[in-house]
């Protein structure tokens, strides 16, 4: 979600901790408070006890730390499926300079319009992929259309920084081609590399869109969004859900993405923008993703509840994208960590996706490690499961004996 401004050294990422292992079947009251740290290569699984209940349980992970070997070994071995935090966003495939080759793209409007020959940016794509295959680990695909992160120049009159916005017509068109050339890139070295098995499994089409606000007639982000100042409605959400339908396989999964999802206010136009998708003609939505940067005393798991039933309630899968638990107004402690994550897995356990019936299909931690967290502070929140010299944290315990005491 954000760029990670902190620096973590190699030398500090490459210690080693060792520590005995402790009996399966110890309650997870004894694991969060008397067992000694073990790295995550070293402990059981997340993935695997979270197998028989969720698709996976993933990671953000950017690519100076994944491009690692023993990070690779630590992913593959606690999660399925990892989140670039910034390589596959706007800016980062479209490349910073303004494109100077441009040629002809036929719009679903029939009309010409000019666009960038090919996207500048489909190395860091290409090497987060290969990397993903290599280690059997899936992608959630984060983000096709965000008002953040995406150059100035996409939006303007002759792809240009300084000059003015282009109208309506003509940025639906640069939409389309953006996402036409993302999405058949990747189906295309899928095609290839991967033998044409799914290595992104699902895509945030739409990133951050609606209001924060808390005037009840709000209802989209319209400050700091070209998106919003060019459109002026909720047509650009529309039209990415539609255009990502038309040029995604069948079975890649297709996710609004937002945070703070369990505001009554935001949750209201979450679910009026889902209605809105559903009801376009050509356009698909498959997944809510719920981020979850929550905190010590905010949401409550009943509040998120109440938020989560309602999207579940249209008809729609929800996967916890981005899970981190900060501070808040609070004083945080281990225990009092690992307990707020214990909950809340017990709430996503109560949910998950069973057959026939829509839920929660995923959980992804924002991060792998505190010092690297962008909300480190450094060193004020240490909001993950793992710290240091990737050694278990007690919350790490907690999650782990969730999944194994669970019984419904």
């Not at 209001?211 to 909720?234: A, E």
């Not at 719920?290 to 249209?314: C, G, R, W």
Request: net charge negative; aromatic share 12%; proline share 4%.
């Amino acid at each position: 979600m954000k760029k990670n401004l902190l620096v973590l050294s190699l030398a500090a990422l490459m210690l080693v901790s060792c520590a005995s292992n402790k009996n399966s079947d110890t309650k997870a009251q004894t694991k969060v408070e008397e067992a000694e740290p073990q790295t995550w290569i070293e402990a059981e699984s997340l993935n695997e006890a979270y197998a028989p209940y969720f698709d996976y349980i993933g990671f953000a992970v950017p690519f100076d730390l994944l491009n690692r070997a023993f990070i690779q070994e630590g992913l593959a071995h606690q999660g399925g499926c990892i989140t670039p935090e910034n390589e596959f966003k706007p800016d980062s495939l479209l490349g910073w300079g303004r494109p100077t080759n441009l040629v002809d793209f036929k719009a679903a409007d029939g009309k010409t319009y000019k666009v960038p020959a090919e996207l500048a940016g489909t190395n860091n794509l290409k090497n987060y992929l290969n990397t993903a295959l290599l280690n059997n680990l899936k992608i959630r695909g984060h983000v096709l259309v965000w008002h953040s992160q995406s150059p100035k120049w996409f939006f303007r009159e002759n792809y240009d920084a300084n000059a003015k916005l282009v109208d309506k017509a003509t940025m639906r068109a640069r939409q389309e081609w953006y996402i036409k050339s993302v999405l058949e890139f990747v189906k295309k070295w899928e095609d290839t590399a991967a033998d044409g098995q799914r290595v992104i499994i699902a895509w945030d089409v739409v990133n951050e869109a609606m209001s924060d606000s808390g005037n009840p007639s709000d209802y989209l982000r319209n400050q700091g969004s070209d998106w919003y100042s060019i459109y002026q409605d909720d047509s650009f959400i529309t039209d990415a859900f539609v255009f990502a339908n038309k040029y995604a396989p069948a079975d890649l999964k297709l996710a609004y993405n937002d945070y703070g999802c369990y505001g009554q206010q935001k949750t209201a136009r979450i679910v009026k923008l889902i209605k809105k998708i559903q009801s376009t003609p050509g356009a698909r939505i498959d997944i809510l993703g719920m981020q979850s940067h929550i905190s010590m005393n905010h949401p409550t798991a009943s509040l998120y509840e109440v938020a989560l039933k309602q999207f579940l309630d249209l008809g729609v899968d929800v996967q916890v994208t981005e899970l981190d638990i900060g501070n808040g107004n609070s004083i945080s402690t281990p225990k009092l960590l690992a307990d707020k994550y214990a909950q809340f897995f017990e709430l996503f356990l109560k949910y998950r996706k069973t057959e026939g019936k829509n839920g929660i299909s995923g959980v992804t931690l924002w991060g792998i490690l505190d010092e690297r967290s962008w909300i480190s502070n450094n060193g004020a929140q240490a909001p993950l499961l793992f710290h240091e010299d990737f050694r278990c944290k007690p919350a790490f315990y907690s999650v782990l004996e969730t999944a194994k005491n669970w019984n419904d």
